[in-house]
């Protein structure tokens, strides 16, 4: 007879500075890493959980963080008239210990993002400067960013120009572009001289 106690789940939600985004957080680690998940496609080939959140009429955006998942709603939606379902959906669906996000989907990340460029390798002096701009922001950046349900990952450097991708409830959040101009890109300068502006990636 298996006696193992399973403390139960417990799920709070938490506001992001973004309006149309919202933190679900639970006491269960549920992956290890970050997994944006823009499109429903992409969701579909790495997450079950996403898959079933889009398919919901009024999910936009599906983020998984540690011990959390952040939605971003359509616009028309209000939060108090959904909430209550992602909360009991996201909450059940950890209960029941389901696959949140596939075997290998870092790997497969990692591969794209060398194919699409942003991890190319650069050389002598400007691959010091890389490093140095990516150790500031997972060590400075990253913590603050998570805490609002969102993630920064660096992308390029290009004569002065750092290109950042923003995940999560950061992507498409008003405040983001403020946080950007007057936070990072300020950092950036004062600790890396080499360092001219701070841009988000469009995609």
């Not at 939600?13 to 639970?26: D, R």
Request: hydrophobic share 35%; aromatic share 10%; charged share 30%.
């Amino acid at each position: 007879m298996n006696t193992k106690t399973v403390s139960p789940v417990m799920l709070y939600t938490e506001q992001t500075p973004n309006p149309e985004s919202m933190k679900f957080v639970t006491n269960r680690m549920l992956y290890r890493g970050t997994a944006d998940f823009r499109t429903d496609v992409l969701a579909k080939e790495w997450s079950p959980i996403a898959t079933e959140l889009f398919d919901m009429p009024f999910v936009k955006g599906v983020y998984v963080c540690n011990n959390f998942v952040t939605v971003t709603k359509e616009m028309n939606y209000q939060w108090e008239d959904i909430k209550p379902r992602i909360k009991d959906f996201v909450k059940k669906y950890v209960e029941e210990e389901k696959e949140i996000v596939k075997e290998g989907f870092a790997e497969a990340m990692a591969e794209i993002e060398k194919e699409s460029g942003a991890g190319y390798q650069y050389e002598g002096e400007e691959a010091e400067i890389v490093v140095k701009i990516k150790e500031l922001i997972d060590k400075y950046v990253k913590p603050a960013v998570e805490m609002d349900g969102g993630n920064i990952e660096f992308s390029s450097f290009d004569k002065g120009k750092v290109t950042v991708l923003l995940q999560g409830s950061c992507s498409g959040c008003p405040s983001s572009t403020v946080t950007l101009k007057s936070g990072i890109e300020g950092m950036l300068k004062r600790m890396v001289p080499e360092v001219t502006e701070v841009v988000a990636q469009m995609d």
